[in-house]
């Protein structure tokens, strides 16, 4: 079954909500990096949310880019998401450098003791602008979905659910995903209430994803009694855009003299992209024609 994310909003408009399956994406992610498990868990969850507010960019040509950084033993987890909810990214320390982190008693994963809590969640905007937006806000766990909540109260003021999960092997991505649901400024007491009901009442992503819930289950369950309208159904996917001419621009950004040294001293380069771990070969003529253009 391909990902997918549901947008929607309830009957009345005061509630919007993005529902998404994520297992193939978050397997990519996970095969391109070779991530623990803990590791998996911790970058299939930002993978999803950052996909899921990706489409909630307006324009084409809209990025946004999410970077956590809790100072734990996983490093910094960066993705980034275009309009279309495509997602790509990676955590800096996929091992956790070797570090060994506890699951907690009930067996669930420990992501915060990977992440960390003493740091920041950071998301920026590139809208087209002269600059791009950048807001950044303090880690209130580490957990990753209870961050993203964070961020949206402070950030841009709406009072916002976020659930997010992973349920993986050593290798295998069993479920993956999550759902944001937001109020709107003028949401009715009526209206919060049934939603803070129905939020009560939700089993995990996973739980859910596990029995055999979709998308479309989950948004009946958490606006049941709200009239769900579904909007658009999204197709998302792992969407590497790397290429050996854009990668050419690393090579560039090292300077004449740095490049003319590798020239020099080792005749070839490789250079491999962060995000999908793909590696690109530079032979001494193709290094000396950059060189050329610079």
Same mark, same amino acid.
Do not use: W
């Given at each position: 079954?391909?990902?997918?994310?549901?947008?929607?909003?309830?009957?009345?408009?005061?509630?919007?909500?993005?529902?998404?399956?994520?297992?193939?994406?978050?397997?990519?992610?996970?095969?391109?990096?070779?991530?623990?498990?803990?590791?998996?868990?911790?970058?299939?969850?930002?993978?999803?949310?950052?996909?899921?507010?990706?489409?909630?960019?307006?324009?084409?040509?809209?990025?946004?880019?999410?970077?956590?950084?809790?100072?734990?033993?996983?490093?910094?987890?960066?993705?980034?998401?275009? +309009?279309? !909810?495509?997602?790509?990214?990676?955590?800096?320390?996929?091992?956790?450098? *070797?570090?060994? &982190? /506890?699951?907690? #008693?009930?067996?669930?994963?420990?992501?915060?003791?990977?992440?960390?809590?003493?740091?920041?969640?950071?998301?920026?905007?590139?809208?087209?602008?002269?600059?791009?937006?950048?807001?950044?806000?303090?880690?209130?766990?580490?957990?990753?979905?209870?961050?993203?909540?964070?961020?949206?109260?402070?950030?841009?003021?709406?009072?916002?659910?976020? +659930?997010? !999960?992973?349920?993986?092997?050593?290798?295998?991505?069993?479920?993956?995903? *999550?759902?944001? &649901? /937001?109020?709107? #400024?003028?949401?009715?007491?009526?209206?919060?209430?049934?939603?803070?009901?129905?939020?009560?009442?939700?089993?995990?992503?996973?739980?859910?994803?596990?029995?055999?819930?979709?998308?479309?289950?989950?948004?009946?369950?958490?606006?049941?009694?709200?009239?769900?309208?579904?909007?658009?159904?999204?197709?998302?996917?792992?969407?590497?855009?790397? +290429?050996?001419?854009?990668?050419?621009?690393?090579?560039?950004?090292?300077?004449?003299?740095?490049?003319?040294?590798?020239?020099?001293?080792?005749?070839?380069?490789?250079?491999?992209?962060?995000?999908?771990?793909?590696?690109?070969?530079?032979?001494?003529?193709?290094?000396?024609?950059?060189?050329?253009?610079?």
């Amino acid at each position: 079954m391909k990902d997918y994310v549901i947008k929607a909003t309830s009957g009345n408009g005061y509630v919007r909500a993005y529902v998404a399956t994520t297992r193939n994406l978050v397997q990519e992610a996970r095969d391109n990096h070779n991530t623990i498990k803990v590791a998996t868990a911790a970058l299939g969850r930002t993978l999803t949310a950052t996909s899921m507010m990706g489409l909630m960019m307006k324009n084409e040509n809209d990025e946004l880019s999410v970077i956590i950084k809790g100072g734990g033993p996983i490093g910094t987890i960066l993705a980034t998401s275009d +309009s279309k !909810g495509y997602v790509k990214g990676y955590v800096q320390y996929p091992d956790l450098n *070797g570090v060994e &982190v /506890q699951d907690y #008693p009930n067996g669930k994963l420990n992501v915060a003791g990977a992440v960390g809590n003493d740091g920041y969640v950071k998301v920026i905007k590139d809208l087209g602008l002269r600059e791009p937006y950048v807001g950044s806000y303090p880690l209130v766990s580490g957990e990753i979905a209870e961050d993203f909540t964070h961020y949206f109260a402070l950030s841009e003021q709406t009072p916002s659910v976020v +659930s997010l !999960g992973v349920l993986t092997t050593a290798t295998e991505v069993q479920e993956a995903g *999550g759902l944001i &649901v /937001q109020l709107m #400024p003028d949401a009715t007491e009526e209206t919060i209430a049934t939603l803070e009901k129905n939020v009560s009442k939700l089993k995990s992503v996973t739980t859910m994803l596990s029995e055999g819930m979709t998308p479309d289950d989950m948004l009946n369950l958490v606006l049941d009694g709200l009239e769900p309208k579904i909007l658009d159904i999204c197709e998302v996917k792992f969407d590497c855009n790397c +290429s050996k001419d854009r990668i050419k621009k690393v090579l560039i950004s090292l300077g004449k003299d740095s490049l003319a040294e590798i020239i020099e001293e080792d005749k070839k380069a490789e250079i491999s992209c962060h995000f999908c771990n793909s590696y690109y070969n530079y032979t001494e003529e193709e290094l000396r024609a950059v060189l050329g253009e610079m």
